[in-house]
């Protein structure tokens, strides 16, 4: 293939893969959509799934690609004998179908990548499977029905996706240079007003310079009757005055323009916005899918509810929405939602309920809240965990309230699990949320009631571009406290402020509220610029349910805000969430409230365990390697000498137990598929005993089903790691939490 043709193909393909991504959606949502449906509604969604196949087929042989084209001839050929009743669907015809589905969106995200051998031969694998389906039995007498299937019930958001005849598909990368340009415009306005200002007090310094030397002239011209000098009095005088005419003009003429640039700007600014708007259906439609997946891996029945799907948000902010989304969604089935026979046994239905919902907020927010009605969040297992993980000390975890102790979970590491797989229990998925919410300027809150159920609250901005903000100086710096964070901005004298407990407080309406000197929070040294004699001003904000008034030596005002990012070099400081640019060109930072409220409560900085749990393990700690294979032992044996363990190892279980009565050891690292005693039965003994009871136990096994994790945990296990998805880092990291 020449050159041009080759680069035609390439065109073609990056257009093929927006197209294929369309299908490929309506297709998922069909799949999920079948599994709830009646036989009613079922055949006109298998017409859907089939006619989406069909072109998805059609457009991947216009762009050469055989193996999307030869994955949906299968679906269409699966789809076809459903239509005419020659087959009849199951779960394990459907799960069959994800799988494909994955790949197909793999093949067709990066159209141009040649595949690797293993992706070919799961592509493949995934493609027999499809044509066993048709090729088998025409019904399978051994498999459930959809109609009757045990599978989760899913309730997706009602509505349909609009079709290409109401919607325009435009490279983003074309809209974010529009934005970027409609970003500088703001700074544009910011600095031609600062002009219009200056030139203002310019104009006003002139004329009373031109008022002072009238005076001047008046008294001298009356001690002196020099005519020339006279004249030349005269003739400064009618240029001054000259001056000062054309200085009020371009100070009327600069006002004006500044007022039209700002309207242009804001008009501009939300038109391009508006580009970027999509309904939350782009970002929950996925989702219905993730909650299936989730639960069919435990073993549990979920629905998920979505509301207020049709709103739209920044498609940044959806993006960066995404993962947060899917660790909650993870959480709800991991520690929410029971198993069926569980929940039945506590009077709920079978099948659990989680529920997405959006709503508007004033200032150019969004609330999103993720609900479940599962086991809820036990305070008491948050205090313990806290305390096993030196997040805070035994003494301070007593006194903590329900909330604050439930609030505890956002800590990197904490988490309430028995046990730690390669799937969950490393407390890492609500650190992540809770980073990924307040880089977008949100804020993220968590409300449970033990038996019935919990609910995670996310603010956050409509959009990432512009929002407003309070100015406030202090020791002769610039901040910005976000508007959605401020709940009122005051004054109050020093005799109003009290000492209650060792904490400075103020009278805000009948509630004595903390105050604190923002200064001695972001650590900045120098004079309070404060000119008000004993009158001081201070801006009351609100995070994370608390509410705290910051004490500042002048707030500058509100006005729009225009955001940017710190960069990737700083992308986490303490205090701050983000920058902005005045109108000289001076960087304002723009303040990070959740930060500095839970600084203000504590006295520390959030996630500061961290650094604890990073440190270097103590060394000489001896651990026991149980392993019947000579290489798997070896193998894990090296990597836990080479991270300065002293390392002992048993070819079986008895082996190990033996070695365990008769000596000392930190950890035990256990297979579980060994001859004489397995690592079940070892981690059971070994729970039972007295002595050894308190021993850590990781389990490194191929067994990798939902049943043998649950049977881990019942047995005691601490940590259980599939061996396909071993990574030394991971169990490096394990065993450091253990140890």
Same mark, same amino acid.
């Given at each position: 293939?020449?050159?041009?043709?080759e680069e035609?193909?390439?065109q073609l393909?990056?257009?093929?893969?927006e197209?294929?991504s369309?299908?490929?959606?309506?297709?998922?949502?069909?799949?999920?959509?079948?599994e709830?449906?009646?036989?009613?509604?079922?055949?006109?969604?298998v017409?859907?799934?089939?006619?989406?196949a069909?072109?998805?087929?059609?457009?991947?042989?216009?762009?050469?690609?055989?193996?999307?084209?030869?994955?949906?001839?299968?679906?269409e050929?699966?789809?076809?004998a459903?239509q005419?009743?020659?087959l009849k669907?199951?779960?394990t015809?459907?799960?069959?179908?994800?799988?494909?589905?994955?790949?197909?969106?793999?093949?067709?995200?990066d159209?141009?990548?040649?595949?690797?051998?293993?992706?070919?031969?799961?592509?493949?694998?995934?493609?027999?499977?499809?044509?066993?389906i048709?090729?088998?039995?025409? +019904?399978?007498?051994t498999?459930?029905?959809?109609a009757?299937?045990?599978?989760?019930?899913?309730?997706?958001?009602?509505?349909?996706?609009p079709s290409?005849?109401?919607?325009?598909?435009?490279?983003?990368?074309?809209l974010?240079?529009?934005?970027?340009?409609?970003e500088?415009?703001?700074?544009?306005k910011?600095?031609?007003?600062?002009?219009a200002?200056?030139?203002?007090?310019?104009?006003?310094?002139?004329?009373?310079w031109?008022?002072?030397?009238?005076?001047?002239?008046?008294?001298?011209?009356?001690?002196?009757?020099d005519?020339?000098?006279?004249?030349?009095?005269e003739?400064?005088?009618?240029?001054?005055?000259?001056?000062?005419?054309s200085?009020?003009?371009? +100070?009327?003429?600069?006002?004006?323009?500044?007022?039209?640039l700002?309207?242009?700007t804001?008009?501009?600014?939300?038109?391009t916005?508006?580009?970027?708007?999509?309904?939350?259906?782009y970002?929950?439609g996925?989702?219905?899918?993730v909650?299936r997946?989730?639960?069919?891996?435990q073993?549990?029945?979920?629905?998920?509810?979505?509301?207020?799907?049709?709103?739209?948000i920044?498609?940044?902010?959806?993006?960066?929405?995404?993962?947060?989304?899917i660790?909650?969604?993870?959480?709800? +089935?991991?520690?929410?939602?029971?198993?069926?026979?569980?929940?039945?046994?506590?009077?709920?239905?079978s099948?659990g309920?989680?529920?997405i919902?959006?709503?508007?907020?004033?200032?150019?927010?969004?609330?999103?809240?993720?609900?479940?009605d599962?086991?809820?969040?036990?305070?008491?297992?948050?205090?313990?965990?806290?305390?096993?993980?030196?997040?805070?000390?035994?003494?301070?975890?007593?006194?903590?309230?329900?909330?604050d102790a439930?609030?505890?979970?956002?800590?990197?590491?904490l988490?309430?699990?028995?046990?730690?797989?390669?799937?969950?229990?490393?407390?890492?998925?609500?650190?992540i949320?809770?980073?990924?919410?307040?880089k977008?300027?949100?804020?993220?809150? +968590?409300?449970?009631?033990?038996?019935?159920?919990?609910?995670?609250?996310?603010?956050?901005?409509?959009?990432?571009?512009?929002?407003?903000?309070?100015?406030?100086?202090?020791?002769?710096?610039?901040?910005?406290f976000?508007?959605?964070?401020?709940?009122?901005?005051?004054?109050?004298k020093?005799?109003?402020?009290?000492?209650?407990?060792?904490r400075?407080t103020?009278?805000?309406?009948?509630e004595?509220?903390?105050?604190?000197?923002?200064?001695d929070v972001?650590?900045?040294s120098?004079?309070?610029?404060?000119?008000?004699?004993?009158t001081?001003q201070?801006v009351?904000?609100r995070?994370?349910?608390?509410?705290?008034?910051?004490?500042?030596?002048?707030?500058?005002?509100?006005?729009?805000?225009?955001?940017?990012?710190?960069?990737?070099?700083?992308?986490?400081?303490?205090?701050?969430?983000?920058?902005?640019?005045s109108g000289?060109g001076?960087?304002?930072?723009?303040?990070?409230?959740?930060?500095?409220?839970y600084?203000?409560?504590?006295?520390?900085?959030?996630?500061?365990?961290?650094?604890?749990q990073?440190?270097?393990?103590?060394?000489?700690?001896?651990?026991?390697i149980?392993?019947?294979?000579?290489?798997?032992?070896?193998?894990?044996?090296?990597?836990?000498?080479?991270?300065g363990?002293?390392?002992?190892?048993?070819v079986?279980?008895?082996?190990?137990?033996?070695?365990?009565?008769?000596?000392?050891?930190?950890?035990?690292?256990?297979?579980?598929?060994?001859?004489?005693?397995?690592?079940?039965?070892?981690?059971?003994?070994?729970?039972?005993d007295?002595?050894?009871?308190?021993?850590?136990?990781?389990?490194?096994?191929?067994?990798?089903?939902?049943?043998?994790?649950?049977?881990?945990?019942?047995?005691?296990?601490?940590?259980?790691?599939?061996?396909?998805?071993f990574?030394?880092?991971?169990?490096?990291?394990?065993?450091?939490?253990?140890?």
């Amino acid at each position: 293939m020449d050159k041009k043709k080759e680069e035609f193909l390439v065109q073609l393909r990056d257009t093929f893969r927006e197209e294929a991504s369309e299908h490929l959606a309506a297709i998922t949502a069909g799949l999920v959509a079948i599994e709830r449906a009646d036989d009613d509604e079922r055949a006109s969604i298998v017409e859907r799934v089939f006619r989406e196949a069909h072109s998805l087929k059609g457009a991947a042989r216009s762009v050469s690609l055989p193996s999307v084209e030869t994955l949906c001839q299968e679906l269409e050929r699966i789809f076809a004998a459903i239509q005419h009743e020659e087959l009849k669907l199951s779960t394990t015809m459907l799960d069959s179908i994800h799988v494909a589905l994955e790949i197909l969106v793999t093949l067709c995200g990066d159209p141009c990548a040649s595949p690797s051998p293993e992706s070919k031969g799961k592509e493949l694998q995934a493609c027999a499977a499809l044509k066993q389906i048709v090729e088998g039995a025409k +019904v399978l007498p051994t498999e459930t029905p959809v109609a009757a299937t045990t599978a989760p019930r899913i309730v997706a958001a009602r509505g349909a996706a609009p079709s290409e005849r109401d919607t325009v598909r435009v490279s983003t990368r074309k809209l974010d240079a529009i934005l970027l340009e409609a970003e500088e415009l703001v700074g544009a306005k910011l600095a031609g007003i600062g002009r219009a200002a200056e030139l203002r007090m310019l104009a006003a310094d002139l004329a009373d310079w031109n008022r002072q030397r009238v005076r001047r002239s008046s008294r001298k011209r009356r001690g002196c009757d020099d005519t020339g000098e006279s004249e030349s009095i005269e003739s400064e005088m009618l240029y001054t005055r000259t001056l000062e005419n054309s200085l009020r003009k371009m +100070v009327e003429t600069a006002l004006e323009d500044a007022l039209s640039l700002a309207a242009i700007t804001t008009r501009l600014l939300e038109n391009t916005k508006k580009l970027l708007l999509l309904p939350c259906s782009y970002l929950l439609g996925a989702f219905p899918k993730v909650l299936r997946d989730l639960a069919r891996e435990q073993g549990k029945e979920a629905e998920l509810l979505v509301e207020g799907e049709d709103i739209e948000i920044d498609r940044r902010v959806l993006d960066e929405l995404k993962d947060p989304l899917i660790h909650l969604l993870r959480n709800c +089935v991991d520690h929410g939602i029971e198993k069926p026979d569980e929940r039945l046994k506590l009077g709920k239905q079978s099948c659990g309920s989680v529920t997405i919902s959006v709503k508007t907020m004033e200032g150019n927010l969004i609330e999103l809240t993720v609900s479940d009605d599962g086991a809820g969040i036990e305070a008491d297992k948050v205090r313990k965990a806290a305390v096993r993980m030196n997040v805070i000390a035994a003494e301070e975890a007593a006194s903590l309230t329900e909330a604050d102790a439930t609030r505890l979970i956002f800590y990197s590491g904490l988490s309430t699990s028995p046990i730690i797989t390669d799937l969950s229990g490393r407390g890492l998925g609500l650190a992540i949320v809770q980073e990924k919410v307040e880089k977008l300027g949100g804020t993220v809150s +968590v409300t449970s009631t033990p038996g019935a159920g919990t609910t995670f609250r996310l603010i956050v901005p409509i959009s990432q571009v512009t929002f407003r903000g309070v100015l406030v100086s202090v020791v002769g710096r610039h901040f910005v406290f976000p508007t959605s964070n401020v709940v009122r901005v005051s004054r109050v004298k020093s005799g109003e402020i009290k000492t209650i407990e060792n904490r400075q407080t103020i009278a805000v309406g009948d509630e004595a509220m903390s105050l604190v000197r923002l200064r001695d929070v972001l650590e900045l040294s120098g004079q309070d610029g404060c000119t008000n004699g004993n009158t001081r001003q201070v801006v009351v904000v609100r995070a994370v349910d608390r509410q705290i008034a910051f004490l500042v030596d002048e707030v500058l005002g509100e006005q729009e805000v225009l955001v940017k990012s710190l960069g990737r070099q700083l992308t986490r400081v303490r205090h701050i969430a983000s920058a902005s640019i005045s109108g000289n060109g001076t960087v304002i930072p723009i303040l990070n409230v959740a930060d500095l409220v839970y600084t203000a409560i504590t006295g520390g900085a959030p996630g500061s365990i961290s650094a604890v749990q990073d440190a270097a393990p103590e060394p000489r700690r001896r651990l026991l390697i149980a392993e019947d294979s000579i290489t798997a032992r070896t193998l894990v044996k090296n990597i836990l000498e080479g991270a300065g363990y002293e390392v002992t190892t048993a070819v079986d279980g008895m082996d190990a137990l033996t070695r365990l009565k008769s000596e000392s050891f930190n950890l035990l690292v256990s297979d579980v598929d060994m001859p004489r005693m397995n690592g079940f039965e070892l981690t059971a003994k070994i729970r039972a005993d007295k002595r050894l009871g308190e021993l850590p136990v990781v389990l490194v096994t191929a067994l990798g089903s939902q049943k043998d994790r649950e049977y881990g945990i019942e047995v005691g296990a601490n940590a259980y790691i599939v061996k396909s998805d071993f990574d030394q880092g991971n169990l490096l990291e394990i065993i450091r939490r253990f140890l």
